[in-house]
């Protein structure tokens, strides 16, 4: 807590909401950065915080020092209450009690007001939007050297404003207003708000990397339609429109067969691999293909190892003027076939 405010309450049977209240706003060194009186919501609403401590008017606190054996934390607490129960004149369910920490003699600084009156003063500044962090009796808030720990803290400021405060309080847990639940509540609410903002903005991210990747996707498939299909001008479904296009296909022309352009151009691909960039003119006719290819003059014959590969595939491995000729054995002549493919050099048609 880098500022607070520090207030003393009159009797808290007196305070209201127009209350002047004394105040000192100090620094996290308990510098006095400025002082005065102001009621709750002006204090709330002109000052750089709202962290407070309220330090109680002596007459509403009683306070003394109780002995007790060496104890956990929790069973210190139980303790107190057994100790002070011969003290008080009310049950110690109707009180506010808060103690110290036990000392090496035995001793725990003890202190405790009425219950209900405390938990109105505490709802009346939490109202006002103060953010009350402890209330203290007047009599630990002051120095040890302090010769009046009984008179209530007043203006103008002394040590005891300055003095730093014990590190307990009567401020019970269960008498906290419930506006400050309200506001644990909404600090919940808001890190749950951020964590599906959060959650939010990574699906969208995770959404739109998706997109990219499935428009880049559905561009190489338009392109690779486009290639295969060149006489289907706008591709919008490359999938269902390939389908459709190959069904189209396979209607007009019937089934494949061995001596169709595809399979024959898949076996001379498969005997002429190394001429794959050497072909310079490729046409069909008559169930056959013609190839020339690039630097051949037309006077070689054809190699062993491919014209041995032909016989075995069931094709026939010719020279002639206008290239190398390649068909089934049971197809080597004929004329060309109307709605054949020819090519010329600009390629097949």
Do not use: C
């Not at 209350?19 to 709750?40: C, F, I, K, N, W």
């Not at 002995?67 to 109707?94: F, G």
């Amino acid at each position: 807590m880098k500022n607070f405010i520090r207030i003393a309450l009159p009797r808290v049977s007196t305070l209201n909401s127009d209350t002047p209240l004394p105040y000192v706003l100090l620094d996290r060194q308990h510098t006095v950065l400025r002082s005065g009186e102001l009621p709750a919501t002006a204090l709330a609403t002109g000052m750089p915080t709202r962290h407070t401590q309220v330090v109680l008017h002596p007459a509403d606190v009683v306070h003394t020092q109780v002995i007790a054996p060496p104890l956990t934390a929790a069973r210190l607490s139980t303790a107190v209450h057994s100790l002070i129960e011969p003290m008080v004149l009310t049950s110690p369910d109707d009180l506010a009690i808060g103690h110290g920490a036990r000392q090496a003699d035995g001793s725990v600084p003890v202190a405790w007001t009425a219950r209900a009156p405390l938990a109105r003063a505490w709802a009346l500044l939490a109202a006002a939007g103060l953010q009350v962090s402890g209330f203290y009796p007047t009599a630990h808030i002051a120095p040890a050297t302090d010769g009046e720990p009984e008179t209530p803290l007043a203006l103008p400021v002394d040590d005891r404003w300055r003095h730093p405060a014990p590190g307990w309080s009567l401020a019970m847990t269960e008498l906290r207003p419930a506006t400050h639940g309200d506001g644990r509540w909404r600090s919940a609410a808001l890190i749950g708000v951020a964590a599906a903002l959060v959650w939010i903005v990574g699906l969208n991210l995770y959404a739109g990397q998706l997109d990219s990747e499935a428009r880049a996707l559905k561009g190489t498939m338009q392109r690779q339609v486009t290639q295969a299909f060149p006489d289907i001008g706008i591709v919008i479904d490359p999938l269902k429109q390939a389908q459709q296009r190959r069904d189209s296909l396979r209607a007009a022309h019937g089934s494949a067969r061995d001596d169709d352009f595809l399979p024959l151009a898949q076996a001379t691909a498969s005997l002429l691999p190394q001429a794959a960039h050497r072909v310079e003119r490729l046409s069909y006719r008559a169930g056959a293909i013609t190839i020339q290819l690039e630097g051949d003059d037309g006077t070689g014959a054809p190699d062993a190892g491919p014209s041995q590969r032909a016989g075995a595939m069931g094709l026939s491995m010719t020279r002639e003027e206008s290239g190398w000729r390649i068909a089934r054995i049971n197809n080597t002549g004929g004329t060309d076939s109307p709605g054949r493919l020819r090519s010329t050099p600009g390629g097949v048609r």
